[in-house]
């Protein structure tokens, strides 16, 4: 018995299914309807000079060798499930963290209410950067990596419009659709409502 995750093309179903070989049906268990949301502040991650863009975590580690403790930069999480991680130094060596999201907040564990969450990713990130409130086994982030670099007129202009607009006010905008598929790039999801069907 094998189970398998179907998302519709419209982004606003997950269907949870069960196969047993190719010749049968499948058996569908939960249906998932989701909300989506832009992330309410890129534009202000977009002008934060610790942000880097796209990067992987041995391109962190080679940027970050040999810095201070709390030296940090944030950048696009690796991971599908998730949008950024921030990459750090702490206890002589680069860690990493995911930022997680969940009922509109963020935080790096969500799951743990004790744990501290932010509406914003930039309030989370200025949470953390004095050492003296970072627990042992918490990210810190003190001394921000400064990017030596500015982003494309196209990215700014895209944090201008996601601050101004929202998921599905995107659909309203007059842009060909590649953009407007562009525009909501930076998005996460929030489950609105669970259908669990009885076998």
Not at 44 to 71: C, H
Not at 73 to 91: I, K
Not at 135 to 150: I, W, Y
Request: hydrophobic share 35%; with cysteine.
């Amino acid at each position: 018995l094998a189970e398998k995750t179907l998302i519709f093309l419209s982004g606003c179903v997950k269907i949870t299914l069960s196969v047993l070989n190719d010749e049968q049906s499948p058996t569908i268990h939960r249906i998932v309807e989701y909300s989506h949301h832009l992330v309410p502040d890129i534009d202000k991650i977009l002008n934060s000079s610790y942000y880097w863009g796209v990067m992987d975590r041995f391109q962190a580690e080679q940027l970050l060798e040999g810095k201070p403790e709390g030296t940090f930069l944030l950048r696009d999480s690796a991971q599908t499930e998730y949008l950024f991680s921030v990459s750090f130094r702490r206890y002589q060596r680069t860690l990493h963290a995911r930022i997680e999201q969940g009922n509109h907040r963020f935080s790096f564990d969500i799951h743990d209410q004790s744990v501290f969450s932010a509406p914003t990713i930039t309030k989370l990130i200025e949470k953390y950067k004095d050492p003296a409130r970072c627990l042992f086994f918490e990210p810190q982030l003190t001394h921000p990596l400064h990017r030596g670099r500015v982003f494309s007129l196209q990215e700014l202009c895209r944090g201008v419009i996601v601050s101004r607009t929202t998921y599905t006010g995107v659909a309203s905008l007059r842009l060909p659709p590649k953009l407007k598929q562009y525009i909501r790039e930076y998005h996460y999801t929030i489950p609105v409502r669970t259908v669990t069907l009885s076998e």
